[in-house]
């Protein structure tokens, strides 16, 4: 079928209002699914500049990965979902059948797509195909309020799990940028680990004062995270969320407690340059953190819904104007939240 569609043609150039090719499910696994929301991330900044080459990304291009909508048809192999059903949709496209998938670690799976990102259109359309019925989760929430939820509500809520082993009641953790991300990562924290003190760090003053709307108790200019750690907690922080990933914010490592960890999420930089000797002395632990599982999704859409978590967007329709004004605000980072696409 013909589906609308803003279509990357030229790397770093405007988007263009157009018809793509959409495939229809037939007698197999795949899924039709009508766009509501298709949220845009910073990632979608490096790939639109073509500064991120991945395999299976050419132009011509549709972006978007973070996906939520409307079941519009499926394929006869298709089991538990009909048309009608509201779904997001899990972005990375695994075999679902190798070592990693089998554990539910399809982050890892080298066989895997991710639409908008590799091989497969992403959701800047009406309409996605999305190959097989595994990768979509039920939700009974608004799918605009939800498309976020496909990649920087799962993405957090799986970085703030990994960091819980390393928090007690007296920790700090220091949010390093203030985004998208550290939206869902401040609420995630605040209800999994209340009694940690949160300490968010942002360059802009009103990313700071939002950082204090979501739950974090301090927020602070990069430059005073120092200060206030050795106010809070003298020995050092207990974890660094890193929403940002470059060489600025690794300069906060030598500020965590002996075995304090770095859960990297962003990838902003070309590197990341660990303190040899501080790392090696306080015996600190960088972890690395790709996206969640698909149980991770399901488990957070509950939690998301039993906690009252709120998805902080602003809506653009799905026009060429609209769309480049928001992706040149992400780029600039002018964006309080989420811009979510609503075809
Ligand atoms: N690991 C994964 O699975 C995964 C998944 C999704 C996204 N990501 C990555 O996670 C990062 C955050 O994504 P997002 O969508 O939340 O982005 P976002 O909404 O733009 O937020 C990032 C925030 O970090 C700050 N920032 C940006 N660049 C910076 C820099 N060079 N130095 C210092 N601060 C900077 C900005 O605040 P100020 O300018 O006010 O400081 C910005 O508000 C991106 O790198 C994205 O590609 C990773
Ligand atoms: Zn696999």
Redesign the pocket.
């Known amino acids: 079928m013909r589906s609308r569609a803003l279509i990357l043609r030229e790397f770093g150039k405007p988007l263009r209002l157009g018809y793509i090719d959409v495939p229809e499910p037939g007698d197999d696994e795949a899924v039709l699914i009508r766009i509501v929301g298709a949220g ?4 979608d ?2 790939l639109w500049k073509g500064e991120e080459p991945r395999e299976g990304f050419r132009t011509p291009f549709v972006l978007g990965h973070e996906n939520a909508g409307v079941v519009e048809a499926v394929g006869k192999r298709v089991k538990g979902l009909n048309p009608g059903d509201k779904v997001l949709v899990y972005a990375i496209w695994a075999d679902l059948n190798c070592k990693y998938c089998r554990i539910d670690k399809c ?1 890892q799976c080298r066989g895997h797509a991710i639409p908008g990102q590799s091989y497969y259109y992403g959701g800047y359309a009406e309409y996605l195909y999305v190959p097989n019925y595994r990768y979509l989760v039920k939700i009974d929430i608004d799918p605009v309020e939800a498309a976020p939820l496909a ?2 509500g799962l ?1 957090s809520y ?2 703030v799990k990994k960091a819980l082993p390393y928090l007690r009641p007296d920790s700090s953790v220091i949010v ?8 869902y990562a401040i609420q995630f924290l605040r209800h999994l680990a209340p009694y940690v003190k949160i300490i968010a ?4 003053d ?3 004062k939002w950082a204090v709307e979501l739950g974090a108790h301090y927020a602070v200019h ?1 430059s005073e995270v120092n200060k206030i750690i050795k106010d809070l907690s003298p020995d050092g922080a207990s974890v660094m969320l890193d ?4 060489e ?2 690794a300069k906060m490592i030598p500020l965590l407690e002996p075995s304090g960890a770095v859960v ?6 070309k590197s990341y340059p660990i303190p040899v000797f501080e790392t090696t002395v306080w015996q600190y632990v960088v972890i ?5 599982s698909i149980s991770e999704m399901e488990e957070m859409v509950k939690f998301v819904k039993e906690h009252g978590i709120k998805s902080y967007i602003e809506k653009v329709s799905l026009d060429e104007n609209a769309v480049n004004n928001a992706l040149n605000k ?1 780029a600039e ?1 002018k ?1 309080l ?2 811009f979510v696409i609503t075809p």
Do not use: Q
């Open positions: 845009m991330c910073k990632t900044i490096r982050m990649d920087a993405t799986s970085a390093y940028g203030v985004g998208g991300l550290a939206s760090v942002s360059r802009s009103n990313k700071l990069p929403f940002v990933g470059n600025e914010s990297l999420v962003g990838m902003e930089g690395g953190s790709n996206y969640g992400l980072g964006v939240g989420r």
